[in-house]
């Protein structure tokens, strides 16, 4: 996010070098003020980092990053970047992942984006990953509500909207933390902490959506749950 797109592409051209041989990625660049100001970073914002110009008269970085954080956004580190230092006290407060002072070299880019991967592999088991398209996305399993599945697709429903892939429920069962995550129909796994209540009709998740529990699953989900909720106590 840059008042310019000669920054915004400077930038662009950055992330290519670097990335170039690492990994698949993607990249959007905004540099009107208003529509980066409506943008909806609770929903519509799925970026794992976000590059800030932060000393600008026309582009208010600040408010930006603070409406990210507001949102509830945690999984989109913020790095700013600035002429000076004068802004680290709002880079400690908005838990930025770096402060970058221009002019930037290539290697000090290179070092935090690094230090970001380290960062990220090290919290690997904390998301769910599949492919779409090709590309890897990945989830936090603390966003998760359920996750169902529909033909030859498994849809993950979460807080960031309903995501489609490719795999059969049984692999995804595979993959998740059973004490976690519970089978509690043949077309439903759940997120045992994202359970809002329990009848014999079915579950009522914290989202509101309603779930069914098959009648030969329901005793295992009721002991499950009842274990969970004494944990918590």
């Not at 290539?106 to 779409?132: G, H, M, P, Q, W």
Request: glycine share 4%; with cysteine.
């Amino acid at each position: 996010m840059f008042d310019s797109a000669q920054s915004a592409e400077k930038l662009e051209d950055v992330l290519v070098n670097i990335l170039f041989d690492k990994c698949e990625f993607g990249y959007e660049s905004y540099t009107n003020p208003q529509k980066a100001l409506e943008i909806d970073f609770q929903n519509d914002f799925d970026f794992d980092i976000v590059f800030i110009e932060i000393d600008s008269r026309i582009f208010p970085g600040i408010e930006i990053a603070k409406k990210i954080r507001e949102s509830g956004n945690i999984k989109s580190e913020i790095i700013f970047i600035s002429d000076d230092d004068s802004f680290a006290l709002f880079g400690y407060k908005l838990r930025v992942f770096d402060y970058l002072i221009k002019p930037i070299p290539i290697k000090a880019f290179s070092e935090t984006l690094e230090r970001y991967f380290c960062y990220f592999e090290s919290d690997e088991d904390n998301y769910f990953s599949f492919k779409v398209s090709g590309a890897i996305q990945k989830i936090r399993f603390d966003d998760i509500f359920y996750f169902t599945s529909s033909g030859r697709k498994c849809i993950v429903v979460n807080k960031r909207g309903d995501s489609e892939f490719y795999s059969k429920l049984d692999e995804v069962e595979a993959l998740v933390n059973t004490d976690e995550f519970i089978r509690v129909h043949q077309s439903y796994i759940v997120n045992i902490r994202c359970i809002k209540s329990l009848t014999k009709d079915g579950l009522t998740m914290s989202n509101g959506l309603f779930v069914p529990v098959s009648q030969r699953r329901y005793s295992e989900v009721k002991n499950k749950f009842m274990k969970y909720l004494d944990i918590e106590e």
